[in-house]
């Protein structure tokens, strides 16, 4: 009977269906696994520094306080704008999203950990600063925040005491919120330099390499 | 010729156009509103599901044929043929008709509907033809009933003049109607004429898939919705009990088919029966035919809506037809749907990218086009889907006894990717003009 094609279609769809979850969900969990491995990086950087700095406090009479200080930036490139694009990709891409929303969330608020206790170190000791990089950029297709992207990574790659990062500014993430206001950021593309501002508008690395030589960057 | 086109510019049904007009703007709403994710995983689980029915139908009934019987005597035969304009095509097509093998003689009428061309001069000339004239030009429709109603046969070959029928047509095909009670029509396989431009080898592969692979799959469960205009026949009983072609209909072919159908006669293929009929050579051409094709298909089906879901017709009524009117209209809020995704991608990241940076515009688009990692996984319903249309498209080529050759790759290439878009494109545009009413113009 016909009635009998309709219900082996349906068995047939059924599988069919099943099937490309599961290969969605391997390729999901591929992708997934491959920014993972940097956001362990970084927790684990942001953990350690976290255990240095109260070490710190600890050894704060000591002469040899601020060499305790010299963090080594293990996972810069994870500070990026790049890796933040990648989530950005991903999540459009994925299926299975449930591990990559806790992923990103955990890396923020890795990266943030990072970026205070770098301010911290400044704070403490002034006469080893890093220069303070931070780009907020649109989490929406930007072209700009590429351009700026591109140009940061080429600048920053020929200078010593730099530390970069890059943060979203249209996401609903309470400390970020708080870092718009401090900077009174509006919803564009910034630049913020040792609590400086500026506009990312025609930046061209020479501009850039001039401020970052400003801040008393060690840069070739 | 003009028609009152549009189901709802008939009088009492203009309320319909409201009701068109909202459930439009209601599922593109809905379409706006969820995740295109959620769009694509339901859209592939029912083109899966579709897929999976004739795959089933197909393999359930492939080696099946239907018993013929041995006619002792043979019916008289008319073969009509409408002409419009057709010098190009008319002769080549008559001598098609007068080549056929038939074990009795039999009649050709070619009623001319106000041809312009000089051809209704050309075939006073022509012998062993009844030729018939229409005063003013009144449609295809028109010219059809003015032949049957001349016609002497009791089988009733309706041909387009750019059609033409292979030689054994007639004793392959007749005997159908005489294998069951009430077989009003029977149908035959429709191939492209000498494909030459991109265009025909694209309509070649579809053509063979239409009406060779998906017309087998529904002839074997009585589901036929169209008797095909380029050569179909008929009993012409069917005629004097449900009455003529519709003459304000632009695809009276498919009108037909259903009246016969709702009237509890029977159509049927003769699979090894074969007419070929010229198609457009360009895309606006193909465009225009395909807007009248669907715009019938639309007004037909909202005509004969009584049969959906109605159990007395079967799977007809049940599953195909509501498939027919469902798939074109989903199909049609797709594409506008993709239009506007496309168009606010445009919009929002491709033109500004382009305008801060050509260069940064085509490291992007390499980026976004050629990085196989970005590929939605909610496409992957979508690659199966796809992998049933290339088993289907390979299947026709066996069903048409022909093979797959180089020639054929470009039409098969155009046939796999641009031939689903610009369906779709075809059915949007369809289904706006009869939803605001437009007349159509032939």
């Known amino acids: 009977m016909v009635y009998n094609q309709f219900f082996k279609a349906a068995l047939l769809t059924a599988v069919i269906v099943f099937f490309s979850f599961f290969l969605a969900y391997i390729?999901?969990?591929?992708?997934?696994?491959?920014?993972?491995?940097?956001?362990?990086?970084?927790?684990?950087?942001?953990?350690?520094?976290?255990?240095?700095?109260?070490?710190?406090?600890?050894?704060?009479?000591?002469?040899?306080?601020?060499?305790?200080?010299?963090?080594?930036?293990?996972?810069?490139?994870?500070?990026?704008?790049?890796?933040?694009?990648?989530?950005?990709?991903?999540?459009?891409?994925?299926?299975?999203?449930?591990?990559?929303?806790?992923?990103?969330?955990?890396?923020?608020?890795?990266?943030?950990?990072?970026?205070?206790?770098?301010?911290?170190?400044?704070?403490?000791?002034?006469?080893?600063?890093?220069?303070?990089?931070?780009?907020?950029?649109?989490?929406?297709?930007?072209?700009?925040?590429?351009?700026?992207?591109?140009?940061?990574?080429?600048?920053?790659?020929?200078?010593?005491?730099?530390?970069?990062?890059?943060?979203?500014?249209n996401v609903n993430y309470s400390f970020i919120k708080a870092l718009k206001n401090y900077y009174a950021l509006e919803d564009e593309p910034t630049l913020v330099i040792n609590n400086k501002k500026y506009s990312i508008t025609n930046l061209t690395e020479e501009k850039l390499l001039t401020l970052l030589k400003l801040e008393q960057a060690i840069c070739k | 010729m003009h028609y009152e086109r549009s189901h709802f510019t008939k009088e009492g049904k203009k309320e319909l156009i409201l009701i068109g007009l909202f459930m439009f703007a209601l599922v593109v709403l809905i379409f706006l509103w969820i995740s295109y994710k959620i769009i694509f995983i339901v859209n592939g689980i029912i083109i899966i599901y579709i897929f999976s029915v004739y795959l089933f139908l197909f393999l359930d009934h492939s080696q099946k044929e239907t018993k013929l019987p041995t006619l002792k005597s043979w019916p008289e035969v008319s073969i009509i043929i409408p002409s419009f304009n057709s010098s190009q095509t008319i002769f080549k097509c008559l001598e098609a008709c007068k080549s056929l093998n038939y074990p009795k003689n039999f009649e050709i009428i070619v009623v001319d509907d106000g041809s312009q061309d000089g051809s209704y001069e050309k075939?006073?000339?022509?012998?062993?033809?009844?030729?018939?004239?229409?005063?003013?030009?009144?449609?295809?429709?028109?010219?059809?009933?003015?032949?049957?109603?001349?016609?002497?046969?009791?089988?009733?070959?309706?041909?387009?003049?750019?059609?033409?029928?292979?030689?054994?047509?007639?004793?392959?095909?007749?005997?159908?109607?005489?294998?069951?009670?009430?077989?009003?029509?029977?149908?035959?396989?429709?191939?492209v004429a000498e494909p030459k431009t991109l265009i025909q080898k694209m309509q070649e592969i579809e053509y063979n898939l239409s009406f060779g692979f998906f017309f087998k799959i529904i002839a074997f469960i009585d589901c036929l919705y169209v008797t095909p205009g380029p050569t179909s026949l008929y009993h012409k009983k069917v005629f004097e009990e449900i009455g003529y072609f519709a003459e304000d209909n632009i695809t009276e072919d498919m009108e037909i088919a259903l009246r016969i159908q709702k009237n509890g006669w029977k159509i049927k293929r003769a699979s090894d029966a074969i007419a070929y009929t010229e198609v457009p050579a360009d895309l606006i051409g193909l465009f225009k035919q395909r807007l009248r094709w669907f715009r019938g298909a639309i007004y037909n089906l909202l005509t004969y809506f009584d049969m959906f879901f109605n159990p007395r017709y079967?799977?007809?009524?049940?599953?195909?037809?509501?498939?027919?009117?469902?798939?074109?209209?989903?199909?049609?809020?797709?594409?506008?749907?993709?239009?506007?995704?496309?168009?606010?991608?445009?919009?929002?990241?491709?033109?500004?990218?382009?305008?801060?940076?050509?260069?940064?515009?085509?490291q992007s688009l390499a980026l976004y086009f050629l990085d196989i990692r970005l590929v939605n996984s909610s496409f992957l319903l979508g690659f199966f889907g796809f992998l049933f249309w290339l088993f289907f498209c390979l299947k026709s080529f066996e069903l048409a006894n022909e093979k797959l050759k180089t020639y054929h790759i470009p039409g098969f290439v155009l046939m796999l990717f641009f031939y689903p878009v610009f369906i779709g494109f075809s059915f949007f545009v369809s289904y706006l003009m009869e939803f605001s009413g437009q007349r159509y113009r032939w």
Do not use: M
């Open chain 2, 123 to 191: 075939l006073k000339e022509v012998k062993g033809i009844k030729l018939l004239k229409n005063p003013r030009n009144l449609g295809k429709a028109a010219a059809l009933n003015h032949g049957i109603k001349n016609a002497k046969g009791e089988i009733i070959v309706c041909v387009d003049s750019d059609s033409y029928p292979e030689k054994d047509t007639l004793i392959k095909t007749i005997p159908y109607f005489y294998c069951e009670e009430k077989v009003g029509s029977v149908v035959v396989f429709i191939k």
């Open chain 1, 27 to 169: 390729i999901d969990s591929t992708r997934t696994g491959e920014v993972k491995s940097f956001v362990q990086d970084l927790i684990f950087e942001s953990e350690s520094n976290r255990l240095i700095s109260k070490f710190y406090l600890f050894a704060a009479n000591s002469t040899k306080k601020c060499e305790i200080l010299q963090i080594p930036k293990e996972v810069q490139t994870a500070k990026t704008y790049q890796l933040a694009l990648k989530f950005k990709e991903y999540e459009q891409a994925n299926l299975f999203n449930t591990e990559l929303e806790y992923l990103k969330k955990s890396y923020f608020v890795n990266l943030f950990d990072l970026y205070l206790l770098a301010l911290e170190k400044n704070n403490a000791c002034p006469e080893n600063k890093d220069v303070i990089v931070v780009f907020f950029y649109l989490e929406a297709a930007c072209p700009a925040c590429i351009e700026t992207d591109y140009i940061i990574r080429n600048v920053t790659a020929n200078c010593q005491n730099i530390q970069t990062f890059a943060f979203p500014l």
């Open chain 2, 314 to 362: 079967k799977t007809l009524g049940l599953f195909i037809l509501p498939l027919v009117l469902f798939s074109g209209f989903f199909t049609a809020i797709f594409f506008f749907w993709a239009i506007l995704n496309y168009f606010d991608l445009f919009w929002k990241f491709a033109l500004p990218t382009f305008l801060y940076s050509p260069i940064l515009f085509f």
